[in-house]
């Protein structure tokens, strides 16, 4: 009974590991079928052999049936494509898609309920009739190894002359292998064959990963985030020790110890966020296949160009990261790109080009996405803007290009402007922005009319820590994120005005509008004089947060405030420091909306979507 | 009916009222702490504590049940609690004892009790001569109420 139990538990371990092996490898596939339907690459070719083999083994020792045979199809026809005896024209492509999208709901059907069920049998004989008909005569494959020869001159052990030598000795001891000769003829030592031969055996091979459960990883970040508010106490004791006195050895002591533990938790926390970093191919990877058949459901035709795909995030971030880059994208093939005809009329070039591209900036991932499509109509952005009533003719003229090219980020404006299709950008570009800014990142767009639209994307490494500058208002400290300061201005006479009520700084002949911590948040009213202005940049836009005074740099480990006190205004989180104490942190673009509150359009919308809401 | 089933609640007072809630959604009780104030929180959210590197909002009950606004002082205790794996803390004035009393000795609450609105309130303890009241501390920190204040935010 037990040992059955058991061998049933091992069964189902078996199981999960092939479900997780399996997905993977088939969006690996997909991905690599829609790039060898573009341009032939051998070595993608022999990929999608490699895993729809690996597939198919494991299919059948599990004794999935109907999975293991369309495997086996699928194989067959990807044979021909490996010997060269078939091109994957967008004919073959279509049918191997179509048969890896429905392995796919297979192996989806067996991690829910244990079974596939859907049909093959129409995907079968698809194939089926493909291996007959497409059949051609080619030359055998080619052998894939190096031989052992050209490795050890590669390693520059032996030289060309002499493998030469060898390879005559050899046809007359045909017995021998070449690597036998080359010890015997004292050309390389015995280690450095054995060590070749290793080499030649591996390679090819992917590089060397491992799978860890991301609740584990989670937990190794928790405990790092507690060793940093550890090492922020120790800081502050040290600190405390130098004031308060003490024999000079403990100071010492103490100094010494500090500066271990905090070099030694940088490190750590810096190697910790390293292994939770994912490369945003990941994303990426659903793009190329998105696209493909984007173009062909609107009639499209769009050169995708991907780069950057190594550019690691933390893993958090890839998973919240995928919906927000699928509207994108989405958005661009639909709304952006012309038909061909179109373009050709414009003057433009018959395909439209839809690039993305991610790369690293300081502590930042950027990912840019670019179309030549037919841009964004910033009068009819506007025009939406007034007739809703969001906001009046002189706030509409204030408006620099790029913050007027921003309002197509404003709630509820898309929605209409896809109704009436005035302009380019479709629905829920506001869901987009509100996703990015809620992983701390930021969205902005920029845009020549009839020519080409870009959408900027970004975003921290690392959602768990990140430095902040705190500051105070009144009793309270907060932390505003050090991503989007840009500057420290001390308030002196002379450089605050007031415009319509407003109160404004002036800086260096610019206007920067103000919002006064004291006032969003607190309860009190009373003024107090003085205090610093610090400017933040948040996308387009810049503004100068009004604060008391300035208490430094601070590395925080964000906490979230929890599901009772989730949607506070103008708060993301909260961290602890080193005294223990609870600060809030800001969220920048949400406390701006708030202050923003006599501005009718964020107030009246905010009401009109609460209804719809209930 | 009848079966005797023995209950065990925790006791504590505001003001001369004495309340009780089931020993088991307690998880700690914690003498009065250093609490960050929340702006933009619903009133009776007197902010956040740190408890061991996890931050938990704390409710001031007097605030929540409409009892009048008392200084802190060193029998102030913050009770905290979990209700479907949330956890948070709320304020109070003193707390007592753990009593265990048969869950039959349990009466439904009357329609107003303390000035309390009895919706709050899961039922009536006697016990000798002493009446406690059982908190319903799901409805105390329930959403209707959240979605109230959102509400009227909005329509401001």
Redesign the interface.
Known sequence: MDDQALQKDEMQEIIDEFIVESSELMDNVIQDIVAIEQSQDEEKVNGIFRAVHTIKGTASFLGFNVLTALAHKGEDLLGLVRKGEMKTDQEVADVLLEAFDLMKLMIEDIRTGGVENHDASSVIEKLAGFLVSKKKNAEPPQEEKKKIGEMLIEEKIITKGELEDVLKKQETETDKMVGEIVVEEKLATEGQVKNTLIKQKTAGKEEQSIRIDVKKLDELMNLVGELVLGKNRLILVNSLAKKEGGGESVLDNLADVTSYVEGITNELQLSVMRARLVPIGKVFSKIPRMVRDLCGEFKKDIELKVEGEETELDRSLIEALTDPMIHIVRNSVDHGVEVPAEREKKGKNRKGLLSIKAYNEGNHVIIDIFDDGKGINLQAVKDKVKEKGLMSEAELASLSTKEAMNLVFIPGLSTAQKVSSVSGRGVGMDVVKTNIEKMNGQAYIDSEEGQWTKLTIKLPLTLAIMRALIVKSEDELFAIPLNMVTELVKLKEGLLKTVDKNEVLVLRNTVIPLMDLQKTFSRKTEEKQGGYVVICNIGEKVVGIKVHSVVGQEEVVIKPLGEFLKNIKGISGATIRGDGKVILILDIPSVILHHNNQKKAYSHLRAVSASAMN | MGDGKILQLVTFKLGSEEFAVDILKVQEINKMM?I??????PAF?E????LR?????IVDLRKRLGFKDQDYDKSTRIIVVELDG???GFIVDSVSEVLRIPENTIEPPPTMIAGIESEYIEGIGKVDDRLLILLELKKI?SSPERKDI??IE???
């Open positions: 250093n960050t104030k929340i702006p933009n929180a959210i902010g956040v504590i740190n590197g996890k931050i938990i909002p949330l956890v948070l920190f959102e509400n909005a329509n401001n």
